[in-house]
């Protein structure tokens, strides 16, 4: 059974298939065609919603795209479409969309409208004044899962910027009326299926405990947790999968902690979590995570699910890789800790056996002498997949490199160590030189192919160029070390 | 939130308000609310009649064969599966290509593309069917397809005949000229993503008769289509388009396919069918931008100044004619773009490939022969060391010059339009501070180009230039207005309700636009050309204008004053002058008119005069005139990496005297950012056996609000059309896309920097970063050549 506020109704739905998306049965079971297919595949943001949940007393609200996202995902969630923000009268961002012609086929507007939306009501959560003009920065981050292919988005900015101009609205007050909560404290360890059709069951554990009971009954069961890839599977492939385990709300799997400068990142943690803790801290990983897909994407997607998904194209792998991070490992044969290089085994393979998942990610914060390098090499900006992800850790003393872990994605049948280009950097004097030396070894160390994204000649010349960017960079003087604050 | 009332009663100060929302209104989009708020309609969100069927595509998996068998038996019993149809269940015709033959609605025995449509399928629900159309064990002699320009110009292949245009003797005059250079560009084609996929709804009447509600540019030729393969009359089919998600020419031609499909199947099954293609299936089954392949040869003397040229411009057209003809021509049209080639002979190739038979496009071939045109400008400034702008103005076109195709040039001012964006751009300076930070950067170089654009409007195929209206007016005084445009975004419902409020000096809330329909305005064009507000304004003032006539007739006849004392103003209607003038409101007006039985419902009609265009001499006046305008791009490329941004620009567009600024500005924005996206990370891919290999949006990028340029000035030309055009306004959807030009040579200009402007970089489209740092490693190349030079 499924229970959700829509638009301030709650619907109670035991019969809801667990591989149904939001999307789906918004519109074909609620005739709620305010919610658009653009792709079905969280590329264009038509069908975008914005969701309330409540966890510990904390309300928050944040974008997804319904095409991808599983119904089980809004159990017990408040969901707002474009309808249910025009209630009485038009929100801030529908009124600033009209005044400002931010529509003209008006397909994508509705989508648009609720990631504007949810910037307004995210500020107002925040207590930032709503006269105080969103940042590009802010804007653009709102809109970067949003397509449009008429306006050319200069409207939208502007209705974007101007939406503190519109008497206030608060969508907290709807959710709060509404009474919403997302665990059920009377609930327990339960190991029946949330969800169950003739070909399919899904779970949604709430704890660790109950997780690992459920791994030890269905070990083959498909684990889904941000699912941006896996919902690909149902909409794209219409494949159906027996067993669902939802890990999204299984408690203590997002939390994140710094001790002994170490951090440590639950595997729950969604890409926009922890987006503000890196900032101060190593603020070239924060800056990767905004370029990861959109902010539907970073909303639903989790850091677990990114380095499980083992994809060559991953953009974390390649970050972690150069950082020395860890994974901790739990499940059907006990807690342990593997170094992340020995994870990947093959393309889309990993050391995760049946019945286990991962815990957290930790690694340690880059020091005083440390500069780490992330650059994102694809065709567009926002929302696109790499072509080459370039993630380099250097530690240098006295204009000297004494330690470097270069990571690569996009290279090879898995994200990868160039450990060649590294034992051509160990020791050698910061300058032009050096790197290019190093460079021509990068051949020894991956043999990428050519695809839709890019040639393999493209993806090898800028791995080179990249070394040289980072030699320019730090001989240039421009960039300073990244130190833990 | 608008809404219509009466009239107000008629009071001093009700007569001294003037309606709202006339021409040259900045007034929002007639369905902006239903947008924001998610209540506007499309063909998917019409609520299902009971027992509709939902439809599904069944695909070649090659490109090139021949079909030995067809095994539907698992798809025909696969859950929820009703009907099964291919080529030889359709009732009569099968062929509908739109213009030639060529296009099968279904494939077989031949199979002449990758993803063709094979067959179709409605089952009970959307995802019943498309998992039912995977179970088909297609059995083929699978052939060696033509996948490419390069291998169809070598074998020949071609779905229409080369065409040539000609001006004095090109030959005669490169021979002649100091300097001549021969260069080639690859524009790969584009994806119209509009966001809403192709989608019918097709409807069984009780007469035998089909209606479809559909997302179509074009609804008379559906009408056309789906009658002709049903075989009944037309007299039986009934189009609807109330709006689409967005067209740009993708919905030209390729909606009526999934139109006659779903008639199709609603006959057979006598129940309501759908056919909604997901994206994936709109992406591999529909017909996208050519790709072009040029070669010039261009010569001109030491000053920059043209002299001659010879291009040729070949099309992939794809495995069928399609609108490929017109197309190409239009590219050949559009070629010198601004420029005065002295002698000039254009080549056009319509070449055949075993791919999706391409389409139009917003520009339909006029961008791709425009870039050749801004390429020999560039390719001269950097043989002849000067300012590429410099060159560009040099060659413009004054009036009484003659096109290559026989148009004279008339009411030019692109001169003007362009030293005035020089100036409010400041390039100069820019340009200047610009080789300071390129001498500067180690790695970032800065490229800067300011381009024209002229844009011939009509289209080239003459009877399509008509356009038909049908106005209502009801006794409360609120005015219905049909006519035969689509609303597909463009804003085109909201200017011709402009053109009716302001014809009768009413508030825009009166005006109520109604969905095309094809049983209100028959035998309409389709929404292209960017014609929309030019063809349908007009006729829907005709419309307007025949019922005031008859309006001044009841005055006359009813208050006894002198035609030329009735008057339309600020919502009444005014018989008689001075002291003694009676201020009826129109409602009032309209009441006492219905009253005296006179007719309260109109057609219009309109024809574009003056053009005339002979296909065998090449030779007329294929346009009735120019729209004009000019761009600014300044960009930043990483030589490292080939990545950029692009830093500003600044646009200076002719629309005439704007019929409604904020909309055209609208279209200016959304058209130069579409056409950057084609030019820059825009890429269709196919594999080595046909494949499309960017079918979804996770491979195929269009532009997000991150990539438009962080400044965009936008300004209009104010200035009217010379010709009487609806309030002497200029059209403006395709125009504006041409403005991406500017970014694409920019991107050259700053690769050229490299090499201290001395070569010319190859930049084939789109220019993805990887493009971008072979264009600049091209310029080390030719750095490391003079090196060598003087050390040996």
Same mark, same amino acid.
């Given at each position: ?485 | ?62 490109? /090139? $064969? ?6 539907? +038996? %698992? #798809?025909?019993? *696969?859950?929820?599966?009703? =009907? ?103 524009? /790969? $084609? ?6 809403? +996929? %192709? #989608?019918?709804? *097709?409807?069984?009447?009780? =007469? ?117 003809? *017109? ?466």
């Amino acid at each position: 059974m499924i229970r959700f506020n829509l638009n301030g109704e709650w619907i109670e739905d035991g019969n809801i298939d667990p591989m149904c998306t939001i999307l789906n049965y918004l519109r074909t079971q609620m005739a709620q065609t305010d919610v658009k297919e653009g792709c079905a595949a969280g590329d264009c943001g038509a069908c975008t919603v914005m969701l309330a949940s409540l966890d510990n007393g904390q309300l928050s609200f944040y974008t997804v795209n319904a095409c991808i996202a599983l119904m089980a995902h809004l159990h017990n969630r408040y969901i707002f479409t474009a309808q249910g923000i025009a209630q009485q009268s038009l929100h801030p961002a529908q009124q600033a969309m009209i005044d400002f012609h931010g529509s003209q086929c008006g397909f994508c507007t509705p989508g648009i409208v609720m990631s504007l939306a949810t910037l307004y009501q995210q500020r107002l959560q925040q207590g930032i004044d709503l006269n105080i003009v969103p940042s590009d920065h802010d804007i653009h981050a709102a809109l970067s899962g949003n397509l449009c292919r008429c306006t050319g988005y200069q409207p939208i900015v502007s209705a974007a910027r101007h939406m503190g101009d519109y008497p206030k609205r608060d969508c907290a007050e709807q959710v709060q009326a509404a009474a919403v909560v997302e665990f059920d404290p009377n609930a327990g360890v339960s190991r029946e299926p949330l969800q169950q059709s003739a070909s399919s069951q899904l779970f949604m554990p709430q704890t660790e405990a109950e997780l690992i009971a459920l791994l030890q009954q269905y070990p083959t069961a498909q684990l889904w947790a941000g699912g941006t890839d896996l919902g690909l599977a149902i909409t794209q492939q219409f494949k159906t999968m027996a067993c669902v385990i939802v890990l999204g709300r299984v408690q203590g799997l997002s939390s994140i902690e710094i001790q002994n400068k170490q951090m440590s990142l639950g595997a729950l943690c969604s890409y926009s979590d922890v987006e503000q803790e890196l900032t101060p801290r190593v603020p070239s990983l924060a800056e990767l995570v905004q370029r990861i897909g959109s902010r539907q994407i970073r909303n639903l997607g989790t850091l677990g699910g990114n380095i499980a998904n083992a994809s060559p194209i991953g953009d974390m792998p390649p970050a972690f890789l150069a950082l020395g991070a860890e994974v901790e490992i739990n499940g059907i044969y006990g807690l342990h800790t593997i170094a992340l290089e020995q994870f990947f085994t093959g393309y889309k393979q990993t050391q995760l056996r049946a019945g286990e998942y991962i815990r957290r990610i930790i690694f340690n914060l880059p020091q005083e002498n440390d500069h780490v390098f992330l650059w994102k090499i694809s065709k567009r900006h926002d929302d696109d997949i790499s072509a080459v992800m370039f993630a380099l850790k250097l530690s240098i003393e006295n204009e000297t490199i004494i330690a470097a872990k270069l990571a690569l994605g996009g290279m090879a049948a898995t994200p990868i160590r160039a450990y060649h280009v590294e034992s051509g950097l160990i020791g050698q004097p910061v300058n032009l030189a050096t790197f290019k030396q190093a460079g021509s070894l990068l051949e020894q160390d991956c043999s990428p192919m050519s695809d839709v994204r890019a040639s393999a000649s493209y993806r090898l010349q800028v791995g080179k160029n990249l070394l040289l960017r980072a030699a320019l960079e730090l001989t240039r003087g421009t960039v300073q070390a990244e130190v833990a604050s | 939130m608008s809404h219509f009332s009466a009239f107000p009663p008629s009071s001093e100060s009700f007569r001294r308000r003037p309606a709202k929302g006339g021409r040259g209104a900045s007034v929002t989009h007639d369905s902006a609310e239903q947008h924001v708020t998610g209540a506007a309609q499309y063909v998917d969100d019409i609520p299902e009649l009971a027992r509709t069927l939902h439809a599904a595509i069944g695909k070649s998996p090659v490109a /090139k $064969g021949t079909l030995i068998q067809l095994d539907l +038996s %698992q #798809v025909r019993t *696969a859950a929820g599966v009703v =009907d099964v149809v291919t080529i030889a269940d359709m009732p009569a015709v099968t062929d509908i290509g739109p213009v030639y033959q060529g296009d099968p609605i279904l494939a077989g025995p031949e199979l002449q593309f990758h993803g063709q449509a094979l067959f179709a399928v409605a089952a009970a629900t959307f995802i019943e069917a498309r998992k039912a159309v995977a179970l088909a064990a297609i059995q083929m002699d699978e052939q060696i397809p033509t996948l490419t320009l390069e291998q169809a110009l070598a074998s020949g292949e071609r779905v229409r005949p080369d065409h040539m245009m000609v001006k004095g003797d090109a030959k005669k005059a490169l021979a002649s000229a100091p300097n001549t250079l021969t260069n080639t560009l690859y524009n /790969k $084609g584009q994806e119209h993503f509009y966001l809403e +996929s %192709q #989608v019918s709804y *097709a409807v069984p009447t009780d =007469d035998g008769g089909m209606t479809i509600y559909t997302s179509s540019q074009h609804p008379s030729e559906v009408q056309k289509l789906v009658a002709e393969v049903l075989g009944i009359a037309m007299h039986k089919v009934t189009v609807l388009v109330r709006r689409m998600g967005g067209g740009f020419g993708g919905k030209e031609t390729q909606a009526a396919p999934w139109a006659c499909l779903a008639a199709v199947l609603a006959v057979r099954n006598k129940r309501p069918v759908k056919l909604r293609l997901d994206r994936q299936d709109d992406m591999v089954l529909t017909g996208k931008r050519h790709d072009f392949f040029s070669r010039w040869t261009v010569g001109f003397d030491d000053e920059g100044q043209l002299i001659g040229a010879d291009i040729h411009l070949a099309g992939l057209c794809g495995f069928s004619p399609d609108l490929s003809d *017109a197309i190409v021509d239009r590219a050949m049209f559009h070629v010198d773009n601004a420029y005065n080639f002295p002698a000039m002979a254009v080549l056009g190739q319509r070449c055949k490939t075993n791919t999706v038979s391409n389409t139009a496009f917003r520009g339909f071939g006029g961008p791709q022969g425009m870039i050749v045109g801004e390429a020999m400008m560039d390719d001269i400034a950097r043989a002849t060391g000067l300012d590429p702008l410099d060159v560009r103005l040099k060659n413009l076109y004054q009036n009484g010059d003659k096109t290559h195709y026989g148009q004279p040039i008339e009411d030019f001012h692109i001169e003007r339009l362009m030293t005035q964006l020089e100036r409010e751009c400041e390039y100069r300076q820019r340009r200047h501070d610009i080789t300071e930070f390129n001498q500067q950067h180690p790695y970032l170089k800065r490229g800067l180009a300011l381009t024209p654009v002229r844009f011939g409007i009509s289209f080239t195929v003459q009877h399509l230039n008509q356009a038909g209206a049908l106005i209502n007016i009801y006794t409360d005084g609120s005015i219905q207005i049909n006519h035969g445009g689509t609303e597909m975004g463009q804003g085109l419902f909201t200017k011709v309700a402009q053109v009716v409020a302001n014809e009768f000096s009413v508030d825009l809330d009166y005006v109520q636009v109604t969905a095309t329909a094809t049983d209100k305005v028959p035998n309409t064009s389709p929404t292209a050309a960017s014609s929309g507000s030019d063809l349908n304004g007009k006729a829907a003032q005709a419309a307007c204008q025949t019922i005031k006539q008859r309006l001044v007739d009841l005055a006359v006849e009813h208050f006894g004053v002198a035609p030329d004392d009735v008057h339309f103003i600020n919502n009444h209607v005014v018989v008689g002058v001075g002291e003694s003038a009676q201020w009826l409101t129109f409602a009032e007006f309209v009441q006492l008119a219905y009253e005296q039985r006179v007719s309260l419902s109109a057609t219009g009609y309109y024809r574009t005069p003056k053009i005339f265009y002979d296909r065998d001499t090449a030779s007329g006046r294929p346009f009735y005139y120019y729209a004009l305008g000019a761009s600014c791009s300044e960009v930043e490329i990483d030589t490292l990496t080939g990545e950029y941004r692009i830093l500003r620009t600044d646009i200076l567009h002719d629309v005439g005297a704007s019929l409604s600024p904020a909309i055209d500005i609208g279209q200016i924005e959304g058209g130069f950012v579409q056409g950057m996206g084609w030019l820059t990370t825009e890429e269709l891919t196919w594999d080595a056996k046909g494949k499309l290999a960017s079918a979804s949006a996770a491979t195929y990028k269009i532009p997000t609000s991150m990539d438009v340029p962080s400044i965009l000035n936008v300004r209009l030309f104010d200035q009217p059309n010379a010709e009487e055009t609806i309030y002497n306004s200029k059209a403006v959807g395709e125009p504006p896309l041409m403005h991406g030009i500017s970014v694409w040579c920019a991107l050259r200009d700053a690769a050229a920097s490299v090499a201290n402007y001395a070569i010319n970089p190859p930049l084939d489209t789109p220019a993805t970063p990887e493009r971008v740092l072979a264009a600049v490693m091209a310029c080390q190349a030719h750095n490391e050549g003079l090196v060598a030079e003087q050390i040996s």
